[in-house]
């Protein structure tokens, strides 16, 4: 299984809505991360969490909370988020070499 | 800092020519990974090359090779036999040996013209 699974696929919310986008990997990568990208765009890291750590947060504003559960899993809690957010997400894993494998993202709009 | 750039926002070329994308970056670091990702409108991120700085010899991958120079910090990527499948966009990337934060360019979109 080389796959890095992200579910949902698309994601429609309201500013005050609370969403969770999830992220699975059963390569047994150690480290999992978050981008953002941005309409003709490069991605953009957020978050890195290595070994279930966290170990990169750039300068990400709160209402983006990221929580890796166990090895397989990563989260990207959302609350409270403005119109600029609306993005695609994804989320990549690595283990031992520098080359990341990335999901397929989810493309969020916040109305 | 490092930095990483595309200086061809988009490019063309006709099916089963060839075409080279090129790519600059700028490091003070000696022990590095440089890699070629495309991002079809499918949206998933995927890798078509790497090559390790170490490595005096240039990564290739069946239609897809790439162009390293060390001392001038360029790595084009070329593809031959271009193919409609390889419409998309590419990005060029960058990471310290040892490290986490994967440095993107800004992109080149390709088109494959029939």
């Known amino acids: 299984d080389t796959e890095v699974t992200q579910t949902p696929k698309h994601l429609v919310m309201g500013m005050t809505n609370k969403k969770s986008l999830k992220c699975e990997q059963h390569?047994?990568?150690?480290?999992m991360y978050w981008y953002k990208q941005k309409a003709k765009k490069p991605p953009e890291l957020m978050f890195v969490?290595?070994?279930?750590?966290?170990?990169i947060n750039e300068s990400v504003p709160s209402r983006f909370s990221p929580e890796c559960p166990n090895s397989s899993l990563l989260n990207l809690h959302l609350h409270a988020l403005q119109p600029e957010d609306s993005a695609l997400y994804l989320c990549?894993?690595?283990?031992?070499?520098?080359?990341?494998?990335f999901g397929q993202g989810t493309r969020l709009t916040v109305v | 800092a490092q930095t990483v750039t595309q200086s061809q926002p988009e490019m063309s070329v006709q099916e089963a020519e060839t075409v080279t994308l090129s790519c600059t970056y700028d490091t003070s670091e000696s022990n590095y990974y440089l890699f070629w990702y495309k991002q079809p409108p499918s949206r998933q991120m995927i890798l078509v090359i790497r090559?390790?700085?170490?490595?005096?010899q240039n990564a290739t991958e069946n239609r897809f090779s790439v162009n390293f120079q060390k001392a001038a910090k360029s790595f084009s990527l070329k593809i031959s036999d271009s193919q409609l499948g390889d419409t998309a966009m590419y990005f060029c990337a960058f990471i310290e040996t040892g490290a986490n934060n994967l440095f993107f360019g800004t992109g080149t979109r390709l088109t494959v013209i029939p």
């Open positions: 390569m047994g990568h150690r480290a």
């Open positions: 990549a894993s690595s283990h031992g070499h520098p080359q990341a494998f």
């Open positions: 969490y290595s070994y279930e750590k966290l170990s």
């Open positions: 090559q390790e700085a170490y490595k005096q």
